[in-house]
Each structure stands twice: as C-alpha cells, then as structure tokens.
T-cell receptor, first 109, second 113 residues
Framework: QKEVEQNSGPLSVPEGAIASLNCTYS??????FFWYRQYSGKSPELIMS????GDKEDGRFTAQLNKASQYVSLLIRDSQPSDSATYLC?????????FGTGTSLTVIP | ETGVTQSPTHLIKTRGQQVTLRCSSQ?????VSWYQQALGQGPQFIFQ???????GRGNFPPRFSGLQFPNYSSELNVNALELDDSALYLC????????????FGSGTRLTVV
C-alpha cells in the first residue's frame, strides 16, 4: 500500500466551477499535510498546509483534513484556466515526507 | 523568483559514473531535503538534513548520499549511476522541518545513458 494515494485523473472542470481533489494516507501518525501545484516542466509550489482536523481557507483554496478517515482534500473555487496543473498531496510522518503521484487538473475556458 | 537554487539544470552522465548535484537553500532555512521525480510520478523522498545532520531517509540505496554545509547549502551525490536514476532531482528547504512546508528549487534533470 502506498503511503499517499491520489486519483491520477485527469480531472476536467469548466471555468468558474469548483474543483475537488482528494488524497488518502496510510499512516495514522502523520502530522502535517500539504498541497502542492506543479506546472508541466516546473518544480512543485506550496499552495496550502494543514495540521489539524477541519477546514482551512486561503483565497479560492480550501484544504480539508479528516484524520479519523485519513483523508485530505483540496477545493478550488471559481476555477481558472491558470489553475490547470498537477496537484500533489504531501504528508509528513516523523522525518519522512511522502508525495502522492498527483492529480492532473484541466480547467476548460 | 524561488529562493532555492540548484545546479546544474541539466546533466548527462554515463552508467557507472558518479554525479554531484548542488543546492543553495533559501535564506534563513536550516532544513534541506532531496527528492527524485521520475516522469509522471510524484517526488520520492531521498533524505533530509537539519543543521548538517541527516535526520530522515527514504527508501534509497546507500549510493545516494548527501551533505549539508554550515551555510545550509547542500549536495546530493550518486555513485555507480544506473539508467533508472534518470529523473528530475529536486531540492527543497524549510525553516521549520517538523512542520514541513518546503520551498522547492527548479531541479536538476539528470539523464543516464
């Protein structure tokens, strides 16, 4: 079982819609959770970090964490074509940092 | 502009050779980690250094080794290169390793032929 699992997609949403990205992790001891955005040929860019159960909002982005279900999600409201990228879920467990394989998102104008 | 810089940007090596990749951390960051990203995959954690000591390692063989210097810059060394080592190598730094939230450099594209 992989440490972090994501649907690879591709996920397509129309411009202005809500994009929902999901991630599950295997280690209940994981303490820190992150969403990164990676454009093709570029390095990952940190979008959100979340450490406790519940929702965390930053502009158009909302991260949700449910430790009981070992589930992390990212909602992107009012999706824009510039949001088209691969979104990586990352989990920190002890001194280990695990990434999922990423979900490819395409926002259609 | 990212505060983490990596060199070189591209590199071609022959199987069996050794390679050293370099990384300068963002100012004020004392933690650096290295990742290998194969095409179409997420980054795989190689190891992490905090204040010049390795304090975390992923599932990579000993021929992958590293150093962190007093100025918090870092090196990744790979010995006895194999074809499967061809990948994008990413360096990332953070000021609070227990919380993560790393800033990534633009990476070094290594091709082993």
């Amino acid at each position: 079982q992989k440490e972090v699992e994501q649907n690879s997609g591709p996920l397509s949403v129309p411009e202005g819609a809500i994009a929902s990205l999901n991630c599950t992790y295997s280690d209940r001891g994981s303490q820190s959770f992150f969403w990164y955005r990676q454009y093709s040929g570029k390095s990952p860019e940190l979008i959100m970090s979340i450490y406790s159960n519940g929702d965390k909002e930053d502009g158009r982005f909302t991260a949700q964490l449910n430790k009981a279900s070992q589930y992390v999600s990212l909602l992107i409201r009012d999706s824009q074509p510039s949001d088209s990228a691969t979104y990586l879920c990352a989990v920190m467990t002890g001194n280990q940092f695990y990434f999922g394989t990423g979900t490819s998102l395409t926002v259609i104008p | 502009e990212t505060g983490v810089t990596q060199s070189p940007t591209h590199l071609i090596k022959t199987r069996g050779q050794q390679v050293t990749l370099r990384c300068s951390s963002q100012s004020g960051h004392n933690t650096v980690s290295w990742y290998q990203q194969a095409l179409g995959q997420g980054p795989q954690f190689i190891f992490q250094y905090y204040r010049e000591e390795e304090n975390g390692r992923g599932n990579f063989p000993p021929r992958f080794s590293g150093l962190q210097f007093p100025n918090y810059s870092s090196e990744l060394n790979v010995n006895a290169l194999e074809l499967d080592d061809s990948a994008l190598y990413l360096c990332a730094s953070s000021s609070t390793y227990r919380l993560g939230g790393y800033t990534f450099g633009s990476g070094t594209r290594l091709t082993v032929v």
